[in-house]
């Protein structure tokens, strides 16, 4: 369970970070089931984030994992190439999604979209922190 | 344009009535564009009206009308009968759906769901009030 | 949480019943998220029922309900008409799909397809009843 | 023709690999038309597996071939280089999917996924074994 106050309290530090790195960002929260809880596109963010936020959220969902850590193992050659036409291609493999557990099981994730691939995971972290 | 904090205020004041009757909802905010602005998914709302609240936004900002004037269009026999397959079936044909103008035109919408066709009507018009 | 242990106790209850009235079926559990758990097709059952199977779980916890609550309401001229092709058509408006509750909430829900409305409505609460 | 008990017995064998290894997993069986017959989802596997799941026994019912054997062949400059795009991108290009064979013949396939894929196809391997 995650709540739509907890929900926002993630979704509210992740833009704050943004804000403070100048970069307007995509942003949702998803909870364990992997159903959307809570979103908001910060002004003058990319339309095509929209998706990819939401989606970032879905992949660290589905696999319990950040999706920066599937940078590595979705590369050719390696163990999980191809993985992100799996699920009805909503699998993103860059970073930006983060899981968010509480007492050591994942309750949902957050995703965020728009910068590079380090402002998105920095702006994901901010999130996760204020859960 | 919507801004991200008039998106939010919709979706506030939509939030606002939808607990003074009692009816947990999710609730939507689309620009004019289609896109995704803003989506809150209360506590205890139903899972399936998610994309039912993002679709009939969808729904109003495509047509330029609330969903509750789709209804009787959209049955047997009716000149809109089967829209709702139309658009890779987001078209909703029951209320809750409203477009939000400004100086005439259609700059977004917003989506309620999972009251009856009324609550949802009045959720999403407390929404707009409030643009 | 439904653990898979007592998602085959529904399923099992379930093919039983559908053996005792001599009707192979296709029986789905899904979790609270909507997420699949278990799933059987009984040999001799129709292809075309496995996904209706499923999508009749997915409707009874979208909307906490069972689909047999749907069917007047999704009538022409009735309040939820369109509801069906809503959730990327995955809505399902005949009877077979029922949610499991535990303490009052849902966390899954069993959905039976193959046979008549009425076969499949009694298949799923003989499921539903071993939970 | 893959009969229910069958389809169940490569399950379970499947799943009694996997606890002896320690690693929750989603095991899926189709047959030979590529249509589902038995699915089981374990506790604390990845949602993000059911889908990997099933399409990795829809793969190797569509090649005739395990999933192990594409990963050399999808590698960019490779001869089936995007495969994993087609048909509706259900292609998995991973190790863990496996055919069922009688007499010489395809009449369905395993697809296991959750762990590495040296351990799906360790627990897809077991779960053949009992066909």
Redesign the interface.
Known sequence: MI??EAA?RVVSAAEEKAREIGQPMDIAVL?????????????NAW?GS?EIAIDKAY?S????MSTEDLVSQAQ??Q?????N?????R?VIFAGGIPIQRDGQVVGAVGVSDGTPDQDQQVAEAGVAAF
């Open positions: 709540t739509l926002r909870d364990g089931g992997r159903n959307l809880k809570s979103f908001a596109r910060m002004d339309l929209i992949t969902t589905s696999f319990e050719p050659g163990p999980l190439f191809g993985i036409t799996t699920n009805n291609s699998v």
